[in-house]
């Protein structure tokens, strides 16, 4: 009996001493191997044209569809908090990143500052959809120094709505605002913690799951020369007319990272807005200038008939994502408007005064809203998906901006360019997003920042980049293709020659 394994296929023995034997079973080697090339050429080819047709940057998990409850930035860094200070990972200004914290977490990162700048860092809480909360759930996150002395502390609740959304939560290591208390260069922590409650009537806890936490940094200067110390105490608080015309379109995003940039207009909702999701826009606002926003929910067409009494919330958040005001709404089926309270003008002194109003005013840059429609809505309106309209107005002429002493980081995070107020016409990318990424890192594709901000019938989604994405591809199938027929004719010869 003779065996034979040739490119690694084992074949069948056949007698001894029978030529023809030796002859017929090398010919059918040769059959069953062309039939084999050919079956692994058309596998590949297949695989690779599966690879082509997936859209890049798609998730390709089984039993997953449609967008999660909120987009982290794509180039954030993957990030474990500490149960100790000891050992904490250190958090870089100009860097987003992403981690989680568990039901009864406390997490600690850690920051290492000068004495001449100030330090923002912001922490996003993300529940799982259908977690169970209470209004008073929510994320607290505190910046002490290295005696366990608070700088800062920030509670972010769910509110009244009860609905598992992302709440964001912000602190400050301020130089100046306190002589004795976290002025010293040096290492500080920042404390990041859950807050949850007993349901009372069933005795069991809220929300036992992991929620995902997003953070950034951002650094700010001081000024190369002290100014005013006091807030100004009068500004024009009277409600401008209603922004009025044709809504253009414009897709939300679901997530600071990629929020879909707007100007001063009419906007109107292209996706879906369905009970517990939340979208997110964001606005260039200069130096000196106010921004009013107000939220429109469509009346609805379906069959619900019942009474949601906090149903919609829109938050306004500045550039490092502190919450300057907020406004919940009830809703029934029919159109309803939600509208943020006047603003004061954009200055760097409104960090002095006492109301979180006034002093979350105090950078220019992208100013985000975010529009969450309660669970609630599901249950007693309906299902959906409900139509949303946005009326945004940007009033004042621009001042002189501050003069640090140094860079902000990330880079231009407190400016408004020509670039942006384009992005904000066109709904494409501008400027820093998100807390993160420098100008010069491409338009907001730093830390961050997202290149996939959506806007209208432009974006990743759009026309162009899809044919763009089907013409690249087809160049890129047709060349492996020749490739492989070309190899395949040429092992062919070789081994009819041999």
């Known amino acids: 009996m003779i065996r034979a394994v040739r490119g690694g296929e084992r074949v069948?023995?056949?007698?001894?001493?029978?030529?023809?034997?030796?002859?017929?079973?090398?010919?059918?080697?040769?059959?069953?191997?062309?039939?084999?090339?050919?079956?692994?050429?058309?596998?590949?080819?297949?695989?690779?044209?599966?690879?082509?047709?997936a859209p890049a940057g798609s998730a390709g998990a089984a039993g997953t569809s449609g967008p999660g409850p909120y987009a982290f930035a794509e180039?954030?860094?993957?990030?474990?908090?500490?149960?100790?200070?000891?050992?904490?990972?250190?958090?870089?200004?100009?860097?987003?990143?992403?981690?989680?914290v568990g039901a009864?977490?406390?997490?600690?990162?850690?920051?290492?500052?000068?004495?001449?700048?100030?330090?923002?860092?912001?922490?996003?809480?993300?529940?799982?959809?259908?977690?169970?909360?209470?209004?008073?759930?929510?994320?607290?996150?505190?910046?002490?120094?290295?005696?366990?002395?608070?700088?800062?502390?920030?509670?972010?609740?769910?509110?009244?709505?009860?609905?598992?959304?992302?709440v964001t939560a912000w602190v400050v290591r301020e130089v100046?605002?306190?002589?004795?208390?976290?002025?010293?260069?040096?290492?500080y922590y920042v404390l990041v913690e859950r807050v949850r409650t007993v349901t009372s009537s069933e005795?069991?806890?809220s929300d036992e799951g992991d929620w995902g936490i997003e953070l950034t940094h951002v650094s700010e200067p001081s000024l190369r020369k002290a100014g005013a110390s006091t807030a100004p105490e009068s500004w024009s608080s009277a409600t401008p007319e209603a922004v009025t015309g044709d809504g253009r379109p414009r897709t939300g995003g679901t997530g600071f990272a990629s929020a879909s940039p707007v100007a001063e207009g009419v906007w109107r909702e292209t996706g879906d807005l369905r009970p517990g999701q939340t979208l997110y826009y964001r606005v260039p606002v200069d130096w000196g200038q106010q921004v009013y926003a107000t939220a429109e929910l469509g009346s609805s067409d379906g069959d619900g008939d019942g009474y949601a009494g906090n149903a919609a919330v829109v938050s306004l958040y500045n550039p490092v994502r502190a919450l300057v005001d907020d406004v919940t709404s009830p809703y029934d089926g029919r159109q309803r408007s939600v509208a943020l309270d006047p603003l004061p003008p954009v200055r760097y002194e409104n960090r002095f005064a006492v109301d979180d109003r006034t002093s979350g005013m105090r950078f220019a840059g992208w100013y985000y809203l975010a529009v969450h429609l309660g669970t609630s809505v599901a249950d007693r309106v309906g299902d959906g998906p409900y139509g949303l309209t946005l009326r945004v107005r940007v009033e004042?002429?621009?001042?002189?901006?501050?003069?640090?002493?140094?860079?902000?980081?990330?880079?231009g995070v407190f400016t408004v360019t020509a670039e942006d107020r384009k992005a904000a016409e066109n709904g494409e990318n501008g400027g820093p997003a998100g807390g993160g990424g420098s100008r010069d890192s491409g338009g907001g594709n730093g830390p961050?920042?997202?290149?996939?901000?959506?806007?209208?019938?432009?974006?990743?989604?759009?026309?162009?980049?899809?044919?763009?994405?089907?013409?690249?591809g087809g160049i890129g199938t047709g060349s492996v293709l020749v490739l492989w027929l070309g190899l395949w004719a040429l092992v062919s010869r070789r081994r009819a020659a041999s």
């Not at 100046?176 to 290492?187: I, V």
């Not at 004042?396 to 880079?411: F, K, N, V």
């Not at 974006?459 to 899809?466: E, M, N």
């Open 12 to 53: 069948l023995p056949l007698p001894a001493g029978q030529d023809g034997g030796i002859q017929g079973y090398d010919e059918g080697w040769r059959v069953l191997g062309r039939r084999t090339f050919r079956w692994r050429a058309a596998a590949a080819t297949a695989v690779f044209l599966c690879a082509v047709g």
């Open 203 to 205: 005795g069991t806890r």
């Open 176 to 187: 100046g605002r306190d002589p004795y208390m976290c002025q010293a260069s040096g290492t």
């Open 396 to 411: 004042g002429s621009q001042d002189a901006a501050p003069e640090y002493l140094t860079d902000t980081e990330p880079r």
């Open 104 to 166: 009864d977490g406390k997490l600690y990162y850690r920051l290492e500052l000068g004495s001449a700048a100030n330090a923002y860092v912001s922490a996003t809480a993300v529940p799982a959809p259908g977690a169970t909360v209470a209004s008073s759930d929510g994320l607290k996150v505190t910046v002490q120094d290295v005696d366990g002395h608070s700088c800062s502390s920030d509670t972010a609740r769910f509110g009244p709505t009860r609905s598992p959304h992302p």
């Open 75 to 100: 180039d954030a860094r993957t990030i474990e908090g500490a149960t100790s200070t000891t050992g904490a990972a250190r958090l870089d200004p100009g860097t987003t990143y992403r981690s989680s």
């Open 448 to 472: 961050g920042g997202s290149a996939a901000a959506s806007g209208g019938d432009r974006g990743p989604g759009s026309d162009t980049t899809a044919l763009t994405v089907l013409a690249v």
